[in-house]
């Protein structure tokens, strides 16, 4: 006999401010707590020392978290100049030190190196796979890794403002699977004076800002479903096709459905709803939307 789903089938995305010092996984458990919810999961981790926006996703909105985590994401960071880390940051153990400090001249010089589409290598600490292990389960093992060069695209980095001549703070915004703690370090060795991440705070990923963000104690307060926003916000900048009542049964089955009225091009992805509810999301080919996950959101939604 299957076991019984605990909680209650709570649908939507939650935007977090997470503090510092606490786990993504802390915060997913402490929102599916507090709503009581069966199902949740994050859409892209953030590290315990670093804050801001951590987007939580209940219910049947787990099935569009791939759409958050391929997502840009834009980051507020600051560099401490002058040693490098075990772990790239201020977590770390020092692995070698320098006297030199950068001028703004130098630092404004260096980011284009940094910027477009450029090869980057994870940090040692990191959730990369090394034959089938994580990176950062082998370091913490005591392996030194030798971690292959990754594609990533930066569509911005910016200097901020150099508080003193010890740090400087930056904004970035880049795609999938960038790691700032990365970028501190190769732009520290490009300058000759070693760098970690002193501080990181992420500002936006996809649609989702910090705007109205849920703080811990947000958490934990019994308001907090007013805070959900829609399953298809997740969806945004994706087309949406209107599905007829009719249509909608097959559908929600898996099968393929030439839904009235798309302009689409064959490969595109589109999502269909019913009277605004979205049913499924999926690829378009050969004249139908074939549905590659489909939303079971009831009474709830």
């Not at 839904?259 to 690829?283: C, F, I, K, M």
Request: hydrophobic share 45%; with cysteine; charged share 20%.
């Amino acid at each position: 006999m299957a076991r019984k789903r605990r909680g209650q089938p709570v649908h939507g995305w939650l935007i977090v401010d997470k503090p510092a010092g606490v786990t993504s996984a802390h915060a997913v458990a402490r929102a599916k707590r507090t709503l009581d919810a069966e199902k949740a999961g994050h859409a892209g981790t953030l590290d315990p020392a670093a804050t801001g926006l951590l987007a939580l996703a209940l219910g049947e909105a787990t099935k569009t978290v791939p759409f958050i985590a391929d997502a840009a994401k834009s980051y507020r960071f600051t560099v401490r100049w002058g040693a490098a880390t075990t772990t790239d940051d201020a977590e770390g153990e020092p692995l070698a030190t320098s006297a030199l400090r950068p001028d703004r001249a130098a630092i404004e010089a260096a980011l284009p190196a940094f910027t477009g589409d450029i090869l980057q290598i994870p940090p040692q600490i990191s959730a990369v796979k090394v034959d089938g292990e994580r990176a950062y389960a082998l370091a913490r093992a005591g392996e030194t890794l030798d971690l292959a060069p990754r594609p990533l695209h930066v569509a911005r980095l910016d200097l901020v403002e150099m508080p003193d001549a010890d740090t400087a703070t930056f904004e970035m915004t880049c795609g999938k699977g960038g790691y700032v703690r990365s970028v501190a370090r190769d732009l520290g060795a490009r300058l000759g004076c070693l760098g970690h991440v002193a501080a990181l705070r992420r500002l936006a990923t996809g649609p989702f800002t910090l705007d109205g963000a849920a703080t811990w104690a947000d958490l934990a307060a019994p308001d907090l479903a007013l805070r959900l926003l829609p399953l298809e916000t997740a969806l945004a900048g994706v087309p949406e096709l209107a599905c007829p009542p009719a249509l909608a049964p097959r559908l929600l089955n898996g099968n393929p459905m030439p839904l009235p009225g798309a302009r689409l091009a064959e490969g595109d992805t589109a999502w269909a709803s019913r009277n605004g509810v979205p049913l499924a999301v999926g690829t378009w080919r050969a004249g139908a939307l074939h549905p590659s996950r489909v939303f079971v959101l009831g009474d709830a939604r």
